[in-house]
Each structure stands twice: as C-alpha cells, then as structure tokens.
C-alpha cells in the first residue's frame, strides 16, 4: 500500500498543486445502476476525490461517479492548510477523503474544509475504529465509510449529501468591513466604546462579528465583557503559518451577545507582533466575518502602516481636554491626513456645559469636525464595569449614540424620529 506521510506533502509528484485528476461518467462506472436513485441522477454530483492508495481511490471513484456525477481524484493530500480556500474555489458539493495515509493531519484538514461551509465532507478507512469515529464527526465530517466499501452504503450517503446541497450557489464572500479603533492617549475609552460597539453590531442575526483585541500586552476587552478566554491574540499572531477559518475559530471565545472575541492575554506576555502577522490575522478574519472590530488601544506602532490602510473605517477616540486634543491633531497630521472618509473621529465623555475649550477649537484642533460625540455618562458606564454587562444591551444616551454607529457602519439608513409638537407641559 503506497502511504503518504506529512514530510511527503511538499514532493513535487504528489502535493495537491501537481493533482491527478479524472472525470468520471455513468458511461464508465460498473456501479452506475438503479441502487442509486432518480435524485441523483437527475442532479450530478461535483465531488472531490482525495487518496494517495491508488486501488482505494479507484474503487471510491467507481461507486461515487454513478449516476453521472463528476469526480475528480487527487493522490495526495493538500499539501497546507492554506491551500483549502484555494481546493474550494471549484465549488464541489462533496470531498471524500481516505484517512489512513495520516489521519491526523487528514483530521485537520477535514476541521478546516467544513469551517469554510457549503461542502460536504466524507471519509473512509479501513480502521472500523468508534474512537476514529468519533473524532472525524467532532472534526465536521458527515459519513464515515469502510473498506472494502458497500455501495448501498455509499449510494444512501450520496443521497443525504445531495439533500444538503444548496439549491444556487452563492459567489465568493467578499471581504468583511475592517472596523478600527485607536485612542488619541491611554484611557481615552476606547475599549469601552470597541466592546460595545461589537455588542451592538452582534445584534444583527444575519451578519457575524468579531471582536480582536489588540491592546497588546494589557487589553482588557475580555474583562468588560464578563468573558475568560483560553487563547490570546498573541496565539494567532505567533501561528500564522496555519492561520485559518478553522484554527482562528479554536481561538475565540463567544460572548452571550452573539459577539466572538479573540481576546489579549490574561497573563502579561511582552511580544512584538510583526505587521506581516497582523495582516495575516485580519485577512483570515475577513474571510469568514461581516464585521471584524479591533480594538487597538492607544499604541501609536502600527499606526502609519498598510494595515491601517485596509480598514473599512477607523474611529479615532479622543477626549475635549487640552492634551487629547493635541495628541489627536498630530495622528491626524502625521498618520491619517489622506484617510478622509475613512476615519471618523469621536469625542468620548462629552459635556457641552462644562468644556473647558469651545466647540469651534475643537473642531480647529481635530482639523475637522467631529462626527461623533459620546455623552459623559458615568453611572451607566461603571455599572457596566462591575456588572460586565454591556452597555449596548441596555437603553442609555451612550448605548443610542453607540447603536447609531453602528448602523452607520452596515450603512443602514437612520430612521428619523418623528417630532413632538409644542406643548406648555413638554
């Protein structure tokens, strides 16, 4: 039996770049027979063959390509787990892997196929082993099928998976918005507004959010939500060699609001993320979420670089006190003066009444106007902090102002509220 080990993956005759591949037919198959019912022939099959045992594969291909469906084989494995999204661009409607040549990385590859969606994944073995079972099914596989096979068996799953198979295909997931937040100097409230901000995006049911926690080493967005996470931030950016859909999910940690976070260490962990490795974080990111909200902190590090450059909106956090101000005007001179659109500006705790510098300065100072102002509201705000109950799930002036921008980041239209008429009484 010709068996393919992880250290062969890369071999020019057998990686997954260099495939075998073969269409198979009604025409050719010996199986092709009334054992498989009109549903599948009256729909072909697009299906992913993958096995290094040529005998196996020949076998599997001869039962799955009845009833006219399209096979194609290849005799290795992909040969990383960053070649997946690239396999999938076919659009196939099943992969059917052979496990044995290296069943744990053949695990993995099958937790990745299925994190990416749409397909349906099947293996086979000659291992009758329930503990193997188990975990290709924990894995995301939906049929563990035997050597030798049967063909009844083979046929029934054909059958479920054709079930499952959407009835138009949607066209490649655009990238989702790249939402960053930095503050002008520490304590600016920019995890606070993140935090919330991601809460009120979650709410949505049709569109997922992602929450990363930047503020490396010290951020604390996991803290205001009430949430203890296994995995940091700093796990991610020190694996990017296999960062994907399925490893960044292992990662996360989901609030109770619907909102995912990867969050900063508990512990204080000293580390110098490269901007290659961030890149790659929100690449991956993008990949499988509608919103992606990264909660910078004040570092200034990053700031100039192509990162920041790629996010769909960046919400600069500052403060109406003289040093904010100040700090606010040279990142907006020396980082973001081309961003225009693409960075709006918020003024955190602001109290009209008792500012010590007018509106007219401010603007002046920021070289722009502001297009946020978030109320001075500390009772709610230390409620949230004791509670860890955010502020976007309750009603306050900070929670309506937080919800607005939320809705102007998904480009919702503001519903005007309709005005009340004169009265003595209010």
Request: hydrophobic fraction near 40%; aromatic fraction near 6%.
């Amino acid at each position: 039996m010709d068996s393919l080990h992880s250290n062969d993956r890369g071999s020019s005759d057998k990686q997954y770049g260099t495939r075998s591949e073969r269409a198979v037919t009604a025409d050719s198959s010996p199986y092709f027979s009334s054992q498989y019912p009109e549903s599948i022939g009256g729909a072909a099959l697009s299906i992913a063959l993958i096995g290094s045992d040529d005998e196996r594969r020949s076998a599997m291909r001869a039962t799955a390509g009845a009833a006219g469906n399209d096979v194609r084989e290849f005799s290795s494995y992909p040969a990383t787990l960053d070649d997946v999204p690239k396999m999938l661009e076919s659009h196939y409607d099943i992969v059917i892997m052979d496990l044995d040549a290296d069943p744990e990385y053949a695990l993995e590859l099958v937790e990745s196929i299925c994190a990416h969606g749409g397909v349906t994944v099947m293996v086979y073995s000659e291992k009758n082993d329930p503990d193997l079972l188990v975990r290709c099914m924990r894995a995301g596989a939906r049929e563990f099928l035997t050597m030798p096979l049967d063909t009844n068996l083979v046929a029934e799953a054909l059958v479920r998976a054709a079930a499952r198979r959407p009835v138009t295909r949607t066209g490649k997931k655009t990238a989702g918005r790249l939402l960053t937040f930095i503050g002008a100097k520490g304590g600016a409230g920019v995890t606070t507004i993140a935090t919330n901000f991601a809460v009120a995006l979650a709410q949505d049911p049709n569109q997922k959010t992602l929450l990363i926690d930047l503020d490396l080493p010290l951020g604390d967005a996991a803290l205001n939500l009430g949430i203890a996470a296994e995995y940091s931030t700093i796990n991610a950016l020190q694996s990017t060699n296999r960062l994907d859909a399925s490893f960044l999910s292992q990662l996360l940690v989901k609030h109770s609001s619907g909102v995912s976070v990867l969050a900063a260490p508990g512990k204080f962990i000293p580390y110098e993320a490269s901007e290659d490795a961030i890149e790659r974080l929100f690449e991956v990111a993008r990949r499988d979420f509608d919103n992606v909200v990264v909660d910078w902190g004040s570092r200034v590090d990053f700031s100039g670089t192509s990162v920041l450059k790629q996010s769909t909106s960046i919400y600069l956090i500052t403060q109406a006190g003289i040093p904010e101000l100040r700090n606010s005007n040279r990142l907006i001179s020396q980082f973001f003066a081309g961003a225009g659109s693409q960075l709006e500006i918020v003024i955190n705790r602001f109290e009209p009444r008792v500012l010590g510098v007018g509106e007219e300065h401010i603007t002046k100072a920021l070289t722009r106007p502001a297009q946020w102002k978030i109320p001075n509201d500390y009772p709610s705000v230390r409620k949230m902090q004791i509670n860890a109950t955010p502020l976007a799930l309750a009603d306050s002036p900070i929670s309506r102002l937080i919800k607005q921008m939320a809705r102007s980041a998904t480009g919702q239209v503001e519903t005007p509220t309709k005005k009340k008429g004169f009265s003595l009484f209010g």
